[in-house]
């Protein structure tokens, strides 16, 4: 018995899309985008030069902070679908020498409000699904070579395994977010911050 790996991968991606996480994202506000749930939140700034950017730090303190949704979508659309997409989809305007991991292949500018956020991850999600999408059996079994980096004797379908993990843990995150909001009754950024 035969059976299309490739097609139960990408399904799966699909029906967390479809069904879980893209009816979540209906009506997300900028106060929600940006609400911290606890004092300390990563989130996205405008940095010196005005483009938005992720907080973080390598290696990530332990434990980590809390995140807002603005952090998580970003996250998940930067450097989760984007730069992913760009490395093994791209329009070959990419840096020949750039792996999966290179900082070049983020976005440069982050969405500084809820509804481009949303727009973004639709995009990226887009761009990484229709990618996934063409591939046949012999690409989801081939190693990911000199992009995948560190990974590079991993197959693809081990990537998309992964990459289904980010989405549906991040996505998760995000729609958790938005019922604390709307059970806290949160109505500002700052507002009924939790001592954490």
Not at 20 to 27: A, F, I, S, V
Not at 143 to 152: F, R, T, V
Not at 182 to 194: E, F, M, P, V
Request: proline share 8%; hydrophobic share 45%.
């Amino acid at each position: 018995m035969t059976f299309n790996w490739g097609a139960l991968l990408v399904g799966q991606l699909e029906f967390y899309w479809a069904v879980h996480l893209w009816p979540r994202l209906e009506g997300l506000t900028d106060e929600e985008y940006f609400w911290e749930p606890a004092a300390g939140c990563w989130t996205i700034r405008s940095g010196e030069d005005g483009r938005y950017v992720l907080d973080g730090q390598w290696p990530a303190p332990s434990p980590p902070p809390l995140t807002t949704i603005a952090w998580r979508m970003n996250h998940l659309s930067a450097l989760c679908l984007a730069n992913r997409a760009s490395a093994f989809f791209g329009d070959g305007s990419e840096p020949a020498d750039a792996t999966m991991a290179d900082p070049r292949l983020v976005p440069a500018d982050l969405p500084a409000g809820a509804a481009e956020g949303v727009a973004f991850l639709e995009r990226s999600y887009l761009r990484w699904h229709d990618g996934l999408a063409a591939l046949d059996d012999a690409a989801m079994q081939a190693p990911l070579g000199p992009k995948g980096a560190l990974y590079a004797d991993e197959p693809m379908a081990a990537l998309i395994v992964h990459i289904n993990r980010e989405v549906m843990h991040h996505g998760g995150e995000i729609c958790l977010l938005r019922d604390l909001y709307r059970a806290t009754g949160a109505r500002s950024r700052h507002s009924k911050l939790i001592p954490i």
